[in-house]
């Protein structure tokens, strides 16, 4: 890395020039550059806004290769990829949908482009190239300045790596780019990658259990919670947590307005029931997220993140459209601090989903980088819940990593094997979430427990085959450290119940081998073992097949 280019393009005044230079009239960087590590600080001579800073760096790319570029945030669409691949998000049309509407407020499509050649992908955070068992990583070793983006091109055998800079007015020393690469083992650079970032691994232990989402969805009530903890309670398994999602508030935002027609006794006692059984309690919460129709957001609109014109700036189409709460006034920071006491000391939940967190970092702004600001709200989010556990959803990963306790890897999981996404690499899609579980998985014990999302061994409300379920809770058992369920069990029949304890099982599971055959390009070849046991599993991944 040490024959890496600056690419440098800023604005100082009403000028913008464009410059290779490490020192000009304007600012001075002072660089570290060895073999496997560049590290560029910046001193500003004036005030000046940087439009575009990159380091290109060569590398010669085989045509074996395979390249992990790691999506934007939990739910982003990310796996292994040929050099001669396209990527698979970037219809234009779609693009420019995403881009200018809430329908890509989840992404990253305001700030980065999306390329439609071949071996040109675009990731956040890291990347690898691996060569057989040889792994190349590329990876940041601070968000905290901003985001950094990796960019394959290879076709001309460059990687160009880019900091996310934009919003901010440079007026003294800043760290602008902090970068390592690694050779190795996928255990071996993970580790010191790791050990680099001086986070220790989790103390969180796997779990199974289950979440109301995924088969009522808002539509829940005591009757539900009920129904389905009296099934779970009597599987001859290890069930840590019962989880409560979406659906017990008034309005989202409005933590502790809880739906009295659904809920009439409140959550306490729903806590209480759920730890007569011996089981941990969890709660789903959008900590920074506040629904437009919200008491929160119609009597505090001075709490929430505004564009420099003062408009509100809107989240996602969720709930019919959220904004997102501003952590830096001391009035939304106390009210989010009370509703976590409530919920964690009051209320004895024990665990917190904390979903769309991406929303309190989407634009920059008092003067912030959107890298900096997830950083610092992860922060907040730690303080806030102390000792409890957090799940999180929803979230850039690296700012989450030392931050949560366990994390989804994928998006959330369809009903139906194969559902049109329309290029969106947020969207509900349970080919998208197998992906990303079996290939962000160096991730799991490391910055946290990965959560694959559900498996449903259901027959009802369901749309796929039971062989399409079974290859999913497979998936999961190999690569997941949070399995949850969503279904009542006590309709299951034999075979659902003997999957469900298959996959509930702790058993011990080494991963060796996980790759897409290059003959097919859509079969997955998992070696692993299984208590001491060698076994392989493949299958489909486009039409849910074993094979």
């Known amino acids: 890395m040490d024959k890496f280019k600056l690419n440098l393009e800023y604005k100082a ?14 600012f001075k960087i002072d660089f570290v550059a060895a073999r496997n590590h560049i590290l560029l600080k910046m001193k500003t001579k004036t005030k000046l806004e940087i439009l575009n800073l990159s380091v290109t760096i060569p590398y010669e790319f085989d045509s074996d290769d395979r390249i992990f570029m790691n999506g934007y945030q939990s739910w982003t669409d990310c796996r292994e990829m040929f050099v001669d691949d396209i990527p698979q998000h970037t219809n234009p049309a779609s693009t420019l949908v995403f881009k200018h509407t809430l329908l890509g407020a989840s992404g990253a499509y305001t700030f980065t482009e999306n390329i439609k050649k071949k071996g040109k992908f ?30 394959t091109d290879c076709a001309n055998n460059e990687i160009t790596v880019k900091k996310d800079l934009d919003g901010v007015v440079f007026d003294g020393e800043y760290e602008v780019l902090n970068i390592v690469n690694l050779k190795g083992t996928d255990t071996d650079v993970f580790d010191k990658w790791f050990k680099l970032l001086g986070i220790k691994k989790p103390d969180a232990k796997p779990m199974n259990g289950y979440t109301t989402w995924y088969n009522y969805y808002p539509h829940i009530n005591e009757k539900i919670v009920t129904d389905d903890l009296e099934a779970l ?5 290890d069930i840590d947590i019962f989880q409560i999602d979406d659906g017990f508030q008034t309005a989202t935002g409005d933590w502790l307005s809880i739906d009295a027609e659904k809920f009439p006794n409140g959550m306490k006692a729903e806590v209480d029931k759920i730890h007569s059984k011996n089981m941990l309690a969890g709660l789903w919460l959008a900590p920074f997220g506040a629904q437009f129709t919200s008491r929160l957001l119609k009597e505090h609109k001075d709490w929430f ?14 709930w019919g459209g959220f904004c997102s709460l501003d952590i830096e006034n001391p009035d939304a920071r106390a009210y989010i601090k009370n509703f976590f006491d409530v919920v964690l000391n009051d209320w004895g939940f024990d665990l917190v989903k904390l979903d769309f967190l991406y929303c309190v970092a989407i634009i920059p702004y008092h003067n912030k980088t959107r890298g900096q600001l997830m950083c610092e709200a992860m922060d907040f989010l730690r303080e806030c819940v102390g000792d409890k556990k957090i799940l999180g959803c929803g979230v850039p990963l690296m700012p989450a990593f030392g931050k949560v306790d366990y994390c989804r890897i994928g998006a959330d999981m369809d009903l139906r094997w194969n559902k049109p996404t329309f290029d969106h690499r947020e969207f509900v899609s349970t080919i998208n979430t197998l992906g990303n579980t079996i290939f962000r998985r160096q991730l799991d014990g490391r910055a946290f427990l990965n959560d694959p999302d559900v498996f449903l061994l259901r027959e009802d409300n369901m749309h796929m085959d039971f062989e399409q379920r079974k290859i999913i809770a497979t998936v999961n058992k190999l690569f997941g450290s949070v399995l949850f369920t969503s279904d009542n069990v006590g309709e299951y029949r034999d075979e659902q119940m003997q999957k469900l304890l298959e996959v509930f099982s ?10 897409f055959l290059k003959e097919s390009r859509r079969v997955v070849d998992i070696d692993y073992v299984i208590n001491g046991e060698f076994k392989n599993f493949r299958f489909d991944l486009q039409h849910g097949r074993e094979v």
């Open 13 to 26: 005044g009403s000028v913008v020039y464009k410059t290779s230079q490490f020192e000009t009239a304007d």
């Open 122 to 151: 675009t990731g956040f955070s890291y990347m690898y190239v691996r060569r057989g068992e040889i792994f190349d990583l590329f990876a940041s070793l601070s968000e905290r300045s901003g985001y950094t983006l990796f960019m």
């Open 233 to 237: 309670s009597k599987v001859d398994a």
């Open 305 to 318: 993140i505004k564009k420099p014109n003062g408009r509100l700036v809107q989240a996602g189409p969720n």
């Open 506 to 515: 702790k058993d011990d599971i080494q991963i060796i081998r996980a790759e």
